[in-house]
């Protein structure tokens, strides 16, 4: 099965009544300093500072009843796992959250606060999978996968209709890659509502699998990958390396100061705070490494959530 259009017309009125429709915001300096029109898709002011909640909530609303009884569970230590936990609190079901014992505090403290039931293991990948096999098992909760579900990547494309509707004469849109969820939502919701729609995902050179991927032809895994963009250290997925690879243009990555400089400027002339994941997309523009001179180019601000203890500059 692959995601439609369809697919994300009816994310869209599912979710509706429980997610923020995010503003679309301008400035002019930063149109200045990369020569072109930038509308911003402000993700970073969705609930739980991320789009993550837009896919979470399509999976937790799509659950019959019967399913939904038994709660719902993933692993991850961060925006997803926050994101899971208070959809699943909103339409008043369990959330079992399996988080490594070295995700930040602050993570820890949302995903308890909205009400997830946290389980701690070991920070390995292998610790990961097989507690969240156990707890799958034990309560018959459904597996809800960051990233590698159909309803998610539905979900997250939902960001992009939005876009459009306010924005019709868009001619590229960017978008972040980690896992691929967001950018293959993007991708189908902007082909297929205007033929011709460029799409560019951004990724650290970092943590550049994605790139490879494209050049190989096949998933290259990440490898130790070692970037200030948290968010976007995952591996693609089985469906999402496919809907990428038919329709994202091209991958462009960017240089971990590109990010903080370009993360500086939003948070000092935009007076908004989005992270590093987030500044992945102004990166490409900030570098030139591609002519997107004097088009309008949409970008999705992935996400918001900073440690402020711990800042880059």
């Not at 969705?46 to 019967?66: H, M, P």
């Not at 709660?71 to 936990?85: E, F």
């Not at 939502?185 to 297929?192: N, R, Y």
């Not at 050179?205 to 991927?213: G, I, V």
């Amino acid at each position: 099965m692959t995601v439609t259009i369809q697919d994300i017309h009816e994310a869209t009125k599912r979710i509706k009544p429980y997610i923020h429709r995010t503003p679309v915001l301008t400035n002019e300096s930063l149109n200045q300093k990369v020569g072109a029109n930038v509308f911003m898709k402000c993700e970073n002011l969705q609930k739980i500072g991320a789009f993550k909640f837009r896919g979470a909530s399509n999976a937790v609303w799509s659950l019959t009843d019967e399913e939904a009884k038994r709660g719902v569970c993933t692993h991850s230590s961060g925006n997803h796992a926050q994101a899971l936990a208070l959809a699943a609190k909103m339409r008043g079901i369990p959330a079992y959250i399996v988080m490594p014992s070295n995700a930040p505090q602050v993570k820890k403290d949302a995903v308890a606060g909205y009400g997830g039931q946290i389980t701690y293991c070991e920070p390995t990948l292998e610790a990961r999978e097989s507690n969240l096999e156990k707890v799958k098992n034990e309560t018959g909760a459904t597996m809800i996968h960051p990233y590698n579900n159909e309803k998610v990547i539905a979900g997250q494309g939902t960001a992009t209709l939005e876009l459009l509707e306010e924005i019709p004469n868009l001619d590229v849109i960017i978008a972040p890659i980690g896992g691929g969820g967001l950018i293959s939502g993007t991708s189908i919701a902007a082909t297929e509502t205007k033929r011709g729609m460029r799409v560019i995902g951004a990724e650290p050179e970092m943590a550049d699998d994605a790139f490879r991927s494209m050049k190989a032809g096949k998933i290259m895994p990440s490898m130790n990958p070692n970037s200030i963009a948290d968010g976007l250290l995952s591996s693609l997925g089985s469906l999402t390396f496919p809907i990428i690879q038919e329709r994202v243009e091209q991958i462009v990555t960017v240089s971990e100061s590109a990010m903080i400089e370009s993360m500086k400027f939003i948070w000092e002339r935009a007076k908004i705070i989005i992270e590093p994941s987030s500044a992945t997309v102004i990166a490409v523009l900030w570098e030139k490494k591609i002519d997107l001179a004097g088009l309008n180019v949409g970008v999705i601000l992935s996400g918001g959530n900073v440690d402020l203890g711990k800042l880059y500059w």
